[in-house]
């Protein structure tokens, strides 16, 4: 007998089908409470911080990138900028968020993009053998591996901030 479970929001059902398109084999949870911030998704989910994969838009020298973090970091723009060699790195609008990805703030998916942008990978996630990231929705969310991530974003792997 199968569990009747809720659809999904049509967003995060755009991503599930393009994630099982891809080939992933975990499946999108989505949740009655904000997954938006990572402390709300580690929370929800039971999981470490930085066990959470969040997809930040950035703008470096007026090209929209993505920047896949670790929920336990804050992206240093200036050491960002200089390891990419772009003069200048800023956090995106949620209006150039919207339009890079298709997805709102919070709900930024690694996949399912209207176009194709330079992502980074935060190196640091590699040492979680299991990583969430959002679905689509500040409420749907994803487990992944580091090396799942990296291939279904065309990740290169990346420090984002100074280390100590």
Not at 19 to 31: D, I, K, N, P, S
Request: proline fraction near 5%; aromatic fraction near 4%; charged fraction near 15%.
């Amino acid at each position: 007998m199968t569990e009747d479970l809720p659809a999904l929001h049509p967003s995060a059902q755009r991503v599930a089908d393009a994630l099982h398109a891809a080939g992933v084999q975990g499946t999108v949870r989505q949740f009655e409470q904000s997954t938006k911030t990572s402390s709300e998704a580690a929370a929800a989910l039971g999981c470490d911080l930085g066990a959470i994969a969040s997809c930040l838009v950035f703008v470096a020298d007026d090209m929209a990138i993505v920047v896949i973090t670790s929920g336990a970091h804050r992206v240093d723009t200036t050491f960002l900028a200089a390891r990419i060699g772009a003069a200048s790195v800023r956090m995106a609008t949620a209006s150039e968020v919207r339009t890079a990805t298709g997805q709102p703030i919070g709900g930024v998916a690694p996949i399912n993009w209207p176009a194709s942008l330079r992502v980074y990978l935060d190196e640091d996630l590699e040492r979680h053998p299991e990583i969430w990231s959002a679905a689509g929705t500040p409420n749907a969310v994803f487990p992944t591996t580091f090396d799942e991530l990296r291939r279904l974003a065309g990740a290169t792997p990346q420090a984002v901030a100074a280390q100590g």
